[in-house]
């Protein structure tokens, strides 16, 4: 069904390793989505072309936006750290969400369960992390610009 | 018909350049989803909440100028509801700028299985061109136009995966589209630059299978190269192979109402030194449709 096929293409262009899952095992795709025989061949031929790569960059960078321009210091402090924490976050959350202050709440959010879970990263996070989502918590009040 | 009006896709710096050449600018596309904040449908109170310096801002430039909307938040090829709360915000806010026409994406930025209509698949995502999918944009596509009282176009986007197998070509889908009565077509040339420069086909043979009639408006923009991909990134001046394609077929279509020019407001300052150049040769595009126009109706 249309549904699941767009479904599909969006988790595929979320996730090099489901991609590379699918490319092993084209069979997967009719086990996870309720698919034609025709959109299941479509979705493999995507996965198979080159420019699949890099509409997977391009979705990582598109999601990467909003936490590089709200919270800068704390993706510098995460350091080497970020990109393993990002892929965690939009594992977690899935759908970006467009309003970019949501999106970075949310992140700030992410990280600060990450660390009462007992993850560690670099000294500097935990400074960075209590200023920019102090910072963001008070971008996204400011932005209820009109009365409830 | 009047020659198409040349302009600007509306962003945060675009008043800068209008203060600069307020004569080269004659028209906005206005984007309705960067002049609010969208806290989607499980809000407490009020879903959208506008910028309403910037929308005081945008009046300000919009008067004496042509303007319409440039939408990507309702994702017309999605298999799911359209999003009616969308629309009657899209509809307000058409109705205070007085948009004359509103164009959407012909790609799937929402998906149907997401839990909340606002959230975005991080990517504008390629179509299958079909019948399911038409059947779909076509409805949604009347029922916008009904609620914003203008006409409706859709724009060819920049993919770097296209759907295989299709049962019509992109340019099949968007004439069936404008024969039918339920919208025209924003051509991007700098969307088909991108195609080909990423393994897909020529401008020519894109724009040879379209309908002339169909387009009413288009976009020239630049990009970059990334990781041996072309990228439609906003972020430089219009690239010459698309200026030749412009000059080649703009006189060509006869309803062409705009000719815009879109860049990111992020590469403003290494843009600046060549955007009045830029609008400038729009103007000389702008004005080769006219002798052409004029030839064909005395032939």
């Given at each position: 069904?249309?549904?699941d096929?767009?479904?599909?293409l969006?988790?595929?262009t979320?996730s090099?390793?489901l ?5 092993i ?5 009719m086990?996870?989505?309720?698919l034609?025989?025709r959109?299941?061949?479509r979705l ?10 890099c509409?997977?960059?391009v979705?990582?960078a598109?999601r ?6 709200n919270t ?8 080497h750290d ?5 892929s965690d976050?939009?594992?977690d959350?899935?759908q970006s ?9 949310r992140?700030c959010?992410f990280v600060?369960r990450?660390i ?7 000294p ?8 920019e989502?102090?910072?963001?918590a008070?971008a996204?009040?400011e932005?209820?610009?009109?009365a409830? | ?15 800068l ?7 080269l ?8 989803d960067?002049?609010?904040y969208?806290f ?9 909440h ?8 945008l ?10 909307g ?14 009616e709360a969308f629309?009657?915000?899209v509809?307000?806010?058409a109705?205070?700028?007085?948009f004359?026409?509103?164009s ?10 997401g839990?909340?209509p ?11 061109y079909?019948d399911e ?9 009347a029922?916008l136009?009904q609620?914003l ?21 992109e340019?099949?889908?968007?004439n ?15 969307n ?8 897909g ?9 379209l ?15 990334f ?5 439609d990134s906003?972020?430089?001046?219009t690239p ?13 279509f ?13 590469y403003?300052e290494?843009l600046a030194?060549?955007l009045?150049?830029?609008l ?7 004005e080769?449709?006219?002798p052409?126009?004029?030839l064909?109706?005395a032939g």
């Amino acid at each position: 069904m249309l549904a699941d096929f767009q479904q599909a293409l969006a988790d595929l262009t979320a996730s090099p390793e489901l991609c590379m899952a699918v490319k092993i095992d084209p069979s997967l795709l009719m086990r996870r989505y309720q698919l034609t025989d025709r959109e299941a061949g479509r979705l493999e031929g995507i996965v198979r072309h080159p420019g699949m790569a890099c509409s997977c960059m391009v979705y990582r960078a598109n999601r990467l936006a909003p936490l590089a321009l709200n919270t800068p210091r704390l993706c510098k402090a995460l350091g080497h750290d970020l990109r393993a924490v990002a892929s965690d976050y939009w594992a977690d959350h899935p759908q970006s969400n467009v309003h970019f202050y949501v999106e970075a709440d949310r992140f700030c959010r992410f990280v600060r369960r990450e660390i009462a879970r007992g993850r560690s990263f670099g000294p500097e996070v935990g400074s960075a992390l209590e200023i920019e989502s102090a910072q963001v918590a008070a971008a996204l009040r400011e932005s209820h610009t009109e009365a409830a | 018909m009047t020659r198409p009006t040349v302009g600007l896709l509306y962003n945060p710096v675009s008043p800068l350049l209008i203060a600069q050449a307020p004569d080269l600018v004659e028209y906005l596309g206005v984007m309705p989803d960067r002049l609010w904040y969208d806290f989607g449908p499980n809000a407490q109170g009020r879903r959208f909440h506008r910028t309403l310096g910037a929308i005081d801002e945008l009046r300000r430039c919009a008067e004496g100028r042509l303007t319409a909307g440039h939408g990507i938040g309702l994702s017309l090829p999605s298999a799911m509801p359209l999003d009616e709360a969308f629309v009657d915000a899209v509809a307000e806010l058409a109705a205070d700028i007085g948009f004359s026409w509103f164009s959407e994406h012909l790609s799937v930025f929402i998906t149907p299985k997401g839990a909340v209509p606002n959230a975005q698949a991080g990517l504008g995502l390629p179509i299958a061109y079909d019948d399911e999918v038409y059947g779909i944009v076509a409805g949604k596509a009347a029922r916008l136009r009904q609620a914003l009282g203008c006409p409706i176009a859709l724009e060819n986007g920049a993919f770097f995966t296209p759907v295989p197998d299709p049962d019509m070509t992109e340019p099949q889908f968007l004439n069936r589209l404008h024969a039918e009565g339920r919208c025209e077509t924003l051509l991007d040339l700098h969307n088909l630059y991108v195609n080909w420069r990423n393994g897909g086909e020529t401008p020519e043979a894109y724009i040879a299978q379209l309908d002339p009639a169909a387009v009413i408006e288009i976009h020239l923009g630049g990009g970059d190269d990334f990781a041996g991909f072309y990228m439609d990134s906003h972020s430089s001046l219009t690239p010459e192979p698309v200026w030749e394609t412009a000059f080649a077929h703009v006189a060509g279509f006869p309803n062409l109402r705009a000719i815009t020019y879109e860049f990111q407001e992020t590469y403003y300052e290494d843009l600046a030194d060549g955007l009045i150049p830029e609008l400038e040769r729009m103007h000389e595009l702008a004005e080769t449709w006219a002798p052409r126009r004029r030839l064909a109706h005395a032939g």
